[in-house]
């Protein structure tokens, strides 16, 4: 079946030290996307990229790094320089059509506690 | 700006009920609207997408109906049930594709 799978589901990190998030998608889409969730916060989008080795800063892009080095990998980077970083990071992927877009597909998510 | 408001942010009813749950948006200039259901400690699955052009959409159960010069959405669920029980988010398209995000109604089904 095709689908987004994040991994590990479960992340602990002391502060000061950098971590890596990763997404991987069999679903053949161009786009994906990272977002963070905070309790009683809508989704808020941290990158985001339509096509293999491009990618556009989000709304909170500081103190997260990515790459999109292959169409089915968008792994996140959280940095020492992120302020507040203990949150549930989704990643998401679909199709983007011209002049509109399909539907998003989410992984399970990763939930970062940073100490 | 475009904000995206969900009102309540949490709503618990008998199972077999009829509900609608809201969501409000300041700018009508959107591509579509889409509902969202998570469950706990999950990622999200897509319900239902209306496109701009659209007053409504069925899948099942729910419906979704979508006012642009009023701003509003409401998605309806007939006959609830107990697996029915989750957070629902709308999120709305911007002009450049991102989506808006409201920040959800947390929905309980007491058997």
């Known amino acids: 079946d095709g689908g987004i799978t994040q991994s590990p589901k479960y992340l602990f990190r002391k502060e000061g030290q950098n971590v890596t998030l990763s997404c991987e998608q069999n679903l053949n889409h161009d786009a994906m996307y990272w977002y963070r969730q905070d309790p009683g916060q809508g989704l808020r989008l941290i990158y985001y990229?339509?096509?293999?080795?491009?990618?556009q800063k989000g709304d909170i892009a500081e103190g997260y790094s990515v790459s999109r080095e292959k169409k089915e990998s968008f792994p996140l980077t959280v940095t020492s320089a992120q302020k507040n970083p203990t949150a549930f990071y989704l990643c998401?992927?679909?199709?983007?059509?011209?002049?509109?877009?399909?539907?998003?597909?989410f992984g399970n998510g990763t939930r970062l506690t940073v100490t | 700006k475009q904000e995206v408001t969900q009102i309540p942010a949490a709503l618990s009813v008998p199972e077999g009920e009829n509900l609608v749950l809201n969501c409000s948006f300041t700018?009508?200039?959107?591509?579509?609207l889409q509902w969202f259901r998570q469950d706990p400690g999950k990622g999200l699955t897509s319900l239902l997408l209306?496109?701009?052009s659209q007053r409504e959409q069925t899948s099942g159960r729910l419906n979704a109906s979508l006012d642009k010069s009023s701003g509003r959405s409401t998605l309806y669920i007939a006959a609830s049930q107990p697996g029915d029980s989750a957070t629902y988010l709308c999120a709305v398209s911007a002009p450049n594709y991102q989506l808006i995000w409201g920040a959800g109604t947390k929905l309980i089904i007491k058997p």
């Open positions: 990229s339509q096509i293999v080795n491009d990618f």
């Open positions: 998401a992927s679909n199709i983007v059509w011209t002049g509109d877009n399909s539907p998003l597909h």
């Open positions: 209306i496109q701009s």
């Open positions: 700018d009508s200039a959107i591509y579509n």
